[in-house]
């Protein structure tokens, strides 16, 4: 089967789309003809930490597609069924970090940019029929990420003010969506106009630049809760912008990582800063049943076919899209 | 009457034993006449903020006495009652953070370094009976503090482990007694051989030196919760030494306010970072039933005349003291 795979040297030169062997499903484990696939920032961080290997590694997390095999004591899915990833591996029960052996699909086991994967049998679920194979493809990673940050760790409720810096990312926009279909009051950031315009159609309460003075533009209004994906370069402007007792989820960091921090402003203000990266299975079938029922479709920017893996992650570096980055695998 | 009050210069240069006029308490207010006072980092914070006025101003935030008059509609105390002052101020059910308008005792208001000090009547407290005088009048500040720190925000459980960096102070002391009493695992450590040891006939179930090798002094057992009440000094060994979803709980930084984190790991982690300061009315009065049922006594220093206030300070600027300095302003 044809998959892009991380070889010989790290960073983006590694990447190549080439043969590689198709694998069979083990014990609770099925394989999954792919649709679709999704880009992540991950799949950035993977190639500049990883060092290649032989074989080579197929990396991606995020992909939906069809179960075409299944491995001995599998009973949840089978074959012919229209299956989503759930790319957290190990992770099952709800807890307050992953267990040891926590692992995301993509590294150290092969991942979805590829005509098939095989998953452990409880990382498949049923693809919500709403979504088109490209929706279903794209959303996982970044889904299950906004919803543990927004409802397990930031517990938003109905009427609570939240700020979302940086609203370009997919991931952005699925915080986005969700805290508006969770009644919260929303308002986002970011250096293009064009991003802030759609950002208010997908109905953000308000969306200013990220250059601006944020007190000026928030007009003094505190804010509950900052979900902050960006890192340094929008840190300490989230963390000014708390209500007393107010909370931030952290959870990227491609913007930088060291952040300085006032600790007498930060107790005497009684703030909480809560950090999330993913979520366990139970959060992710929590997460499909709150997509399902307020309707949400996952923004999506381009899909390429995968042999054009190049472009897609040269528009991720340069920050250019709205929504989702994607790859279709399989002519729809 | 006699007061400590704070006029002329900032700073302790500024502090001065003098006659001062007594105040009349006026409606839902009561006056005490006080037996013991004591002595916080705040007292030493309020005299390098604090621009002197005129009438000057009498500092001090915990103090133990006799209500000696009541004003108008009092009703939850009586003159004669032996009292002890909750010294926050405005500050009633329990909340994420204090409403707006809420002060400690001591500036802007007239506080404890007196022979008299006038209060609202809800922060007049029945003295727990088990406690001498020099005890109650050392313990709301700290007491207050660490209750709120361990509990409310800490969500301390029996069998959690907590490490206490920087034991010697009052309010640390008062956090190893509470965690103690709790069922908590508690490890501590201090520059100072003797207040390890001290810490160990405390109940600490390790003590270790401070500038040691922490991961080797705790052998790689990782925290649930740490209380950070040092600063800049220790917060960054704090942040390590915390297990996957830990959580550190910060209310000092009398050892620098500001402090670097990485961000990556802190989410990778799934940390939490907690500001906390002080307490509500609530926290108060189950913090005066936690340490009645556990018949905890805070843990005395030295006790001076209030005239001798200047070496009462000397001390704690040299971090000399172990457990809480007071003040005795009516012979007991």
């Known amino acids: 089967m044809k998959a892009v795979v991380h070889a010989e040297k790290t960073g983006l030169e590694g990447l190549t789309y080439r043969e590689i062997e198709e694998m069979e499903p083990g014990a609770g484990e099925v394989r999954i003809k792919l649709k679709t696939a999704g880009l992540n920032h991950r799949d950035l961080f993977v190639l500049s930490r990883h060092q290649p290997t032989d074989p080579p590694l197929i990396i991606g997390s995020d992909g939906a597609g069809i179960i075409d095999a299944v491995g001995e004591g599998v009973t949840n899915v089978q074959v012919g069924d229209q299956v989503i990833i759930n790319p957290g591996l190990g992770w099952k ?5 992953p ?10 086991f092969h991942g979805t940019f590829a005509e098939k994967v095989v998953v452990p049998a409880e990382n498949a679920f049923k693809k919500p029929e709403y979504l088109t194979w490209e929706e279903a493809g794209v959303l996982s990673l970044g889904a299950l990420t906004a919803y543990r940050a927004l409802f397990t760790r930031g517990k938003l409720k109905a009427g609570m003010k939240v700020l979302i810096p940086g609203i370009g990312s997919g991931v952005a926009t699925l915080l986005l969506q969700f805290a508006k279909a969770a009644g919260a009051i929303v308002y986002v950031t970011s250096r293009s106009k064009e991003k802030c315009a759609t950002a208010l159609k997908l109905g953000a309460d308000k969306a200013f630049d990220s250059n601006e003075d944020w007190n000026q533009a928030l007009d003094g209004e505190k ?3 900052v979900i902050e994906c960006v890192g340094a370069a929008t840190f300490n402007k989230s963390l000014e912008q708390l209500r007393p007792g107010g909370t931030i989820v952290t959870f990227g960091a491609s913007a930088g990582d060291n952040v300085q921090i006032n600790l007498r402003s930060f107790f005497y203000g009684q703030l909480n800063l809560l950090g999330s990266t993913m979520g366990s299975g139970e959060e992710y079938t929590e997460m499909l049943q709150f997509i399902e029922t307020h309707q949400i479709r996952p923004v999506l920017d381009n899909m390429y076919p995968l042999d054009q893996f190049a472009k897609a992650f040269e528009r991720m570096e340069k920050a250019d899209q709205l929504g989702k980055i994607g790859f279709v695998i399989e002519t729809l």
């Open 93 to 97: 029960e709800n807890s307050d970090a």
């Open 99 to 108: 267990p040891s052996g926590f692992e995301i699909l993509g590294l150290p």
């Open 223 to 225: 804010m509950d809760l």
